[in-house]
């Protein structure tokens, strides 16, 4: 049987996390034998640091791809690097025109195409202002014992609040077999039945938004002001009354 390592992907999609991307990763390092890094749009030096990241991570003389999608996809104008060595892989793609136009952008969308890249049994979603803990990597190891009907299994989330003045937790969709997806243009969920979830009740994730700096948190602001307005006028287009 393969280890919980081995059978585990790290998969994020990253936009201007340039502040905090690289101790996301580095949390991560150890946990997982792929890492799937998708950018939609990065305008500061993240996807250099995803580069860098991975090329380091990756180790010595891997074997080096790049990939380049067809004219008329949805995510045009994009390319993506897979490094593969004995025991890891990794992917790095790029969009450089997911946001030529208002309401091309979703999660879900984003989401799932950072999955399609994704050839391990599980994986773990990651945002760039998160860090694995201690006792998450401690659990990872229980992956061999998960029952073969679980598609889903939430995790505790610890978010430290912006003015530093309190910290609260709640349970996210966050650790899936290949195949589920994401649903959801704005927030997120898996589309899997509640008979195919499991929880792991302990502090998986560590969350601080202050590590954000203030324009990061600005211009996420923007686009999710712009996505919502979108698509509140698609809803009044299909049903005006």
């Known amino acids: 049987m393969k280890s919980a390592q081995e059978q585990l ?21 150890d946990c997982c ?14 996807v250099d640091i995803a580069f860098e990241w991975l090329s380091k991570w990756i180790g010595d003389f891997p074997t080096i791809g790049i990939g380049e999608l067809p004219p008329d996809h949805i995510f045009r104008n994009s390319c993506y690097l897979v490094w593969s060595s004995p025991g890891k892989r990794a992917v790095l793609t790029t969009h450089g025109a997911w946001w030529d136009k208002p309401g091309t952008f979703e999660f879900d969308t984003a989401r799932n195409y ?37 598609r889903l299994v939430t995790l505790d989330m610890e978010m430290q609040d912006d003015d530093d003045e309190g910290q ?26 509640p008979e195919e979830r499991a929880h792991w009740q302990v502090p998986f994730f560590g969350h601080t938004r202050k590590r954000r700096t203030h324009e990061s948190r600005r211009q996420r602001e923007e686009q ?7 698509h509140f006028r698609r809803a009044l287009e299909t049903n005006p009354e």
């Not at 034998?33 to 993240?46: L, P």
């Not at 998450?136 to 029952?147: D, S």
């Not at 999710?224 to 979108?230: F, I, L, S, Y």
């Open 9 to 29: 992907a790290v998969c994020m999609i990253v936009k201007n996390e340039e502040g905090g991307l690289g101790a996301t990763l580095d949390s991560i390092a």
């Open 33 to 46: 034998s792929e890492v799937v890094i998708s950018d939609t749009g990065s305008t500061d030096r993240t």
């Open 114 to 150: 950072a999955l399609a890249h994704v050839t391990r049994p599980w994986v773990l979603s990651v945002d760039a202002d998160e860090l694995v803990t201690d006792e998450g990597k401690a659990m990872i190891g229980a992956l061999n014992m998960v029952p073969p009907h679980i």
């Open 168 to 193: 609260h937790s709640f349970a996210s969709e966050r650790l899936l077999r290949k195949g589920a997806e994401f649903r959801g243009h704005m927030h997120n969920w898996v589309n899997v039945q």
């Open 224 to 230: 999710r002001h712009e996505m919502a307005e979108t």
